[in-house]
């Protein structure tokens, strides 16, 4: 008895230490700097509890990855490039390692393990919080890092809260959340990069993770650190070394990819509801607004133009003959976008379940039983997106969309999302042959369902860009696809906080994005529908759209008066289709978002982080616009430091003021930096309309003048691509008082034959000046 009890208390112990006592839950600490090495690119480091791999991509651009045992094989679905130099130097001594690059400093500090990332002068961009850097909880990581008494903190993508995220704390989890409010975390997207702004300095982090991930930008932590934690896999950052968030911007879309242009259709006006249907009724709908002359380019099919909800299928009784009724619509000026979700229906003899299944397409548990979810259809099955063949399946099943003659494809649901909201992370994913399980793909399922659709449909038209729009996504989202923020509501808060979306998905490589004007769920008074819409002209993606039974928000929707004033809105935006064409041109070049947050442009000025300010955002590189909420007639703005005038009435304003000025429903505060150069068209019905041969230059007189590089293309193929385009830069001098035309560069022929110069805020007033037969390179004094 007392022997059995000896025996088994011997026995207890023994066991004790590998089945409890081993389940150690303090944090795991990285250790101390042991040893290095040269790898390709950089250096490999291990340290007490890691191996750390610093590696250059650019000069501005140096990836850190971390990992405990061994590093898992090099595969991304954000990042599209290779390092592409080595570090200038590398140098150890007692204490430290110190690597260089032409425009950054790497130093590794040996006892505790700690990385610090310094500009070529030396001083601190970001560094590891020294009483604790890189840590682990079970298999969470996390990187901690000093917090600098001044640091500010822009981007993260589709993020509420305010402009300057410090203090606040984010999850990353994409998210169905209809009707989300101004404090909802996470939402649909996951973006973990974003831009650190202190002592005049700027860099940026992106960490490559697409598990569960968390960004604290001082939450809770009495400003000693900020971090951020991935629950899983390995701390795989790249940090961005260029002083300016334009630089790092430029960056980050460098190295995860850039838009590609869209079509020219899908910058017009573009109308959206989700209850269209039968045929008559979006007939009479695309009627409507030939009759009533307000321009639009773009009619949606929401969930009721399938049969069932089933994808890639039609309701016979309500679209009998989609392609003679898209024909028609064609005819009228009018692209047509259909909804895509990824369940598929469980329904033998539906083709896209039945190939699904044959082809073996769909995301299973382990063991191999295929993972059912509810979602519109009823019991789906749901493709593996990270699986090449489904990607090339899903691509092609478009064709009859195709053939029927859709051009734009609306991709929801895609967090994914399946009623309940609780996707078991049990369930497996191909991963591009790195087996794994929902807990890593979930954040890019969006991502590669938008890259099937993008690449298949890329194919199936021939040549021609399709639109793409998506609700879920990861970092390198914009390579494929046109981004909207998901239910918002039909209230004030969320026509300001649209904006801010908007912007801070601008910071993070998107440029084509913007919220449903007029509020998803419930319904705008006139007011509020009406101010959202000013808004809506200065988006980059501008499209109304509303839930199911809620009230009719078309444009004419709100009584006569109010269907002039929204007219004049949208021809606005027809009138700027040369400016914000010009525009997305150079943000496919750059990465440079559309919409620009002040914090591009101005970072260093504590004013525009101000919450009366931080929804103010340039439009392009000339326009200023301030949005306000509809219960107000008046608002505060804060104007930059430079010279600006009210677009509306040509007051001119010195820059570095707040001012109140005056915001009547239909004069919504925009503002034209001085010196900027506007071209304005026509008001033409729908983009395929030719506008009058003349376009209008408009001439900001400034103290600094400015260039802008005027371009066009077919608006349709990717022809772009070798040559067929017509550029041309227009630099405006008002000091010298001269404007110069260089000769168009590319082989398509303008739209354009003359241009009309029309000067503002010159004394005394200047007249016009037509140019006939725009003649190469041209001075004009004047
Ligand atoms: O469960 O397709 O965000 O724009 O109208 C809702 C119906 C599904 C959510 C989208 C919304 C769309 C709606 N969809």
Not at 566 to 586: E, G, K, N, W
Not at 619 to 647: C, H, M, N, T
Not at 652 to 661: C, D, L, R
Not at 724 to 752: L, M
């Given at each position: 008895m007392v022997r059995s009890f000896i025996l088994s208390a011997i026995l207890f112990f023994i066991w004790l230490p590998e089945g409890i006592l081993q389940h150690d839950t303090s944090p795991d600490l990285i250790g101390d700097f042991r040893s290095w090495k040269r790898v390709d690119h950089g250096i490999q480091m291990k340290t007490g509890n890691a191996l750390v791999r610093i590696l250059c991509y650019t000069p501005s651009v140096v990836r850190v990855r971390i990992a405990r045992e061994s590093f898992e094989p090099d595969f991304s679905y954000a990042v599209i490039r290779e390092p592409d130099c080595s570090f200038t130097s590398i140098k150890e001594t007692e204490d430290q390692l110190l690597l260089l690059t032409p425009e950054m400093a790497v130093q590794v500090q040996k006892t505790p393990f700690r990385v610090y990332f310094l500009t070529p002068?030396?001083?601190?961009?970001s560094e590891e919080f020294t009483d604790f850097g890189v840590t682990w909880l079970g298999n969470e990581v996390s990187c901690h890092r000093r917090l600098f008494a001044d640091e500010k903190f822009i981007g993260l993508g589709e993020k509420t809260g305010p402009l300057d995220r410090r203090g606040q704390a984010y999850v990353n989890w994409n998210r169905d959340i209809p009707a989300y409010s101004d404090k909802e975390d996470p939402l649909y997207q996951s973006i973990p990069f974003f831009i650190g702004i202190h002592d005049s300095l700027t860099y940026g982090i992106f960490l490559d993770n697409s598990y569960k991930t968390l960004f604290n930008f001082g939450a809770s932590t009495d400003d000693l650190f900020s971090f951020f934690s991935a629950e899983?896999?390995?701390?795989d950052y790249y940090f961005f070394g260029k002083n300016s968030v334009a630089g790092i911007i430029e960056d980050y879309t460098w190295l995860t990819g850039r838009m590609p242009m869209p079509p020219f259709w899908s910058l017009g006006y573009q109308q959206c509801r989700w209850g269209y249907y039968p045929e008559s009724e979006v007939m009479s709908l695309a009627r409507k607004f030939r009759d009533k002359q307000i321009p639009c380019d773009v009619i949606y099919f929401d969930i009721d133009y399938m049969d069932s909800y089933k994808i890639f299928t039609w309701h016979p009784d309500r679209f009998p003959d989609p392609r003679r009724m898209i024909a028609t619509l064609n005819g009228m000026g009018f692209h047509a976008v259909v909804i895509v979700d990824p369940g598929i229906k469980i329904e033998p003899g539906y083709s896209a379940y039945d190939q699904g299944i044959a082809s073996d397409l769909f995301v299973k548990y382990p063991g191999g039983r295929l993972y059912t979810g509810n979602v519109w259809p009823g019991r789906c099955h749901f493709p593996d997106f990270t699986k090449d063949a489904t990607r090339l399946w899903w691509g092609s099943q478009f064709q009859t969309l195709v053939d029927a003659g859709v051009e734009g494809f609306w991709n929801d649901m895609n967090e994914p999302s399946a009623w309940g909201q609780s996707i078991p992370n049990i369930v497996e994913f191909d991963f591009d042959g790195h087996p794994t399980t929902m807990a890593e793909a979930h954040n890019v399922y969006g991502l590669e369902m938008s890259r099937a659709t993008f690449e298949g449909t890329r194919k199936l038209l021939k040549g021609e860009r399709p639109f793409i729009l998506t609700r879920a996504g990861f970092s390198g989202i914009q390579r494929y696809s046109a981004v909207w923020s998901g239910d918002n509501s039909s209230t004030e808060a969320d026509l300001l906080q649209g904006v801010r979306l908007t912007t801070s998905m601008g910071i993070s490589g998107i440029s084509f994005t913007g919220p449903d004007i007029g509020g998803f769920i419930g319904s705008p008074s006139k007011e509020l529908f009406l101010r959202w819409l000013s808004v809506g002209v200065f988006t980059p993606f501008l499209r109304n759209h509303s839930v199911v039974n809620s009230r009719d928000q078309e444009?004419?929707?709100?009584?006569e008066d109010a269907e002039i004033t929204a007219r004049s809105m949208i021809d606005l935006r027809y009138r700027l289709l040369p400016y914000i064409y010009s525009m997305f041109h150079a943000s496919a070049m750059s990465g440079l978002p559309v919409a620009r947050s002040l914090a591009i442009n101005y970072t260093f000025n504590p004013m525009i982080y101000d919450w009366k300010y931080q929804n103010q955002y340039l439009f392009g590189d000339a326009f200023l616009i301030a949005p306000v909420s509809s219960e107000q007639q008046f608002q505060k703005v804060y104007l930059p430091a430079g010279f600006w005038y009210r677009y509306s009435t040509g007051e001119a304003f010195p820059g570095n003021t707040e001012v109140i000025v005056e915001a009547l429903l239909n004069d919504l505060p925009v503002f034209v930096k001085a010196g900027s150069i506007v071209p304005l068209q026509s008001v033409i019905q729908f983009t395929e309309q030719p506008p009058d041969p003349v376009l209008e230059i408009h001439l900001f007189n400034g103290n600094h003048g400015s260039e802008f590089l005027l371009y066009e293309d077919d608006g349709v193929t990717y022809r772009y691509e070798e040559g067929n385009y017509c550029k041309r830069k227009i630099r405006f001098d008002p000091s010298e008082r001269t404007i110069w035309f260089s000769q168009t560069e590319g082989d398509f022929p303008s739209k354009f034959s003359s241009f009309r110069l029309i000067f503002h805020g010159f004394e005394p007033p200047m007249p016009d000046r037509v140019l006939q037969n725009i003649p190469e390179e041209i001075v004009i004094t004047f």
């Amino acid at each position: 008895m007392v022997r059995s009890f000896i025996l088994s208390a011997i026995l207890f112990f023994i066991w004790l230490p590998e089945g409890i006592l081993q389940h150690d839950t303090s944090p795991d600490l990285i250790g101390d700097f042991r040893s290095w090495k040269r790898v390709d690119h950089g250096i490999q480091m291990k340290t007490g509890n890691a191996l750390v791999r610093i590696l250059c991509y650019t000069p501005s651009v140096v990836r850190v990855r971390i990992a405990r045992e061994s590093f898992e094989p090099d595969f991304s679905y954000a990042v599209i490039r290779e390092p592409d130099c080595s570090f200038t130097s590398i140098k150890e001594t007692e204490d430290q390692l110190l690597l260089l690059t032409p425009e950054m400093a790497v130093q590794v500090q040996k006892t505790p393990f700690r990385v610090y990332f310094l500009t070529p002068g030396r001083q601190v961009l970001s560094e590891e919080f020294t009483d604790f850097g890189v840590t682990w909880l079970g298999n969470e990581v996390s990187c901690h890092r000093r917090l600098f008494a001044d640091e500010k903190f822009i981007g993260l993508g589709e993020k509420t809260g305010p402009l300057d995220r410090r203090g606040q704390a984010y999850v990353n989890w994409n998210r169905d959340i209809p009707a989300y409010s101004d404090k909802e975390d996470p939402l649909y997207q996951s973006i973990p990069f974003f831009i650190g702004i202190h002592d005049s300095l700027t860099y940026g982090i992106f960490l490559d993770n697409s598990y569960k991930t968390l960004f604290n930008f001082g939450a809770s932590t009495d400003d000693l650190f900020s971090f951020f934690s991935a629950e899983n896999g390995e701390l795989d950052y790249y940090f961005f070394g260029k002083n300016s968030v334009a630089g790092i911007i430029e960056d980050y879309t460098w190295l995860t990819g850039r838009m590609p242009m869209p079509p020219f259709w899908s910058l017009g006006y573009q109308q959206c509801r989700w209850g269209y249907y039968p045929e008559s009724e979006v007939m009479s709908l695309a009627r409507k607004f030939r009759d009533k002359q307000i321009p639009c380019d773009v009619i949606y099919f929401d969930i009721d133009y399938m049969d069932s909800y089933k994808i890639f299928t039609w309701h016979p009784d309500r679209f009998p003959d989609p392609r003679r009724m898209i024909a028609t619509l064609n005819g009228m000026g009018f692209h047509a976008v259909v909804i895509v979700d990824p369940g598929i229906k469980i329904e033998p003899g539906y083709s896209a379940y039945d190939q699904g299944i044959a082809s073996d397409l769909f995301v299973k548990y382990p063991g191999g039983r295929l993972y059912t979810g509810n979602v519109w259809p009823g019991r789906c099955h749901f493709p593996d997106f990270t699986k090449d063949a489904t990607r090339l399946w899903w691509g092609s099943q478009f064709q009859t969309l195709v053939d029927a003659g859709v051009e734009g494809f609306w991709n929801d649901m895609n967090e994914p999302s399946a009623w309940g909201q609780s996707i078991p992370n049990i369930v497996e994913f191909d991963f591009d042959g790195h087996p794994t399980t929902m807990a890593e793909a979930h954040n890019v399922y969006g991502l590669e369902m938008s890259r099937a659709t993008f690449e298949g449909t890329r194919k199936l038209l021939k040549g021609e860009r399709p639109f793409i729009l998506t609700r879920a996504g990861f970092s390198g989202i914009q390579r494929y696809s046109a981004v909207w923020s998901g239910d918002n509501s039909s209230t004030e808060a969320d026509l300001l906080q649209g904006v801010r979306l908007t912007t801070s998905m601008g910071i993070s490589g998107i440029s084509f994005t913007g919220p449903d004007i007029g509020g998803f769920i419930g319904s705008p008074s006139k007011e509020l529908f009406l101010r959202w819409l000013s808004v809506g002209v200065f988006t980059p993606f501008l499209r109304n759209h509303s839930v199911v039974n809620s009230r009719d928000q078309e444009p004419w929707s709100f009584g006569e008066d109010a269907e002039i004033t929204a007219r004049s809105m949208i021809d606005l935006r027809y009138r700027l289709l040369p400016y914000i064409y010009s525009m997305f041109h150079a943000s496919a070049m750059s990465g440079l978002p559309v919409a620009r947050s002040l914090a591009i442009n101005y970072t260093f000025n504590p004013m525009i982080y101000d919450w009366k300010y931080q929804n103010q955002y340039l439009f392009g590189d000339a326009f200023l616009i301030a949005p306000v909420s509809s219960e107000q007639q008046f608002q505060k703005v804060y104007l930059p430091a430079g010279f600006w005038y009210r677009y509306s009435t040509g007051e001119a304003f010195p820059g570095n003021t707040e001012v109140i000025v005056e915001a009547l429903l239909n004069d919504l505060p925009v503002f034209v930096k001085a010196g900027s150069i506007v071209p304005l068209q026509s008001v033409i019905q729908f983009t395929e309309q030719p506008p009058d041969p003349v376009l209008e230059i408009h001439l900001f007189n400034g103290n600094h003048g400015s260039e802008f590089l005027l371009y066009e293309d077919d608006g349709v193929t990717y022809r772009y691509e070798e040559g067929n385009y017509c550029k041309r830069k227009i630099r405006f001098d008002p000091s010298e008082r001269t404007i110069w035309f260089s000769q168009t560069e590319g082989d398509f022929p303008s739209k354009f034959s003359s241009f009309r110069l029309i000067f503002h805020g010159f004394e005394p007033p200047m007249p016009d000046r037509v140019l006939q037969n725009i003649p190469e390179e041209i001075v004009i004094t004047f």
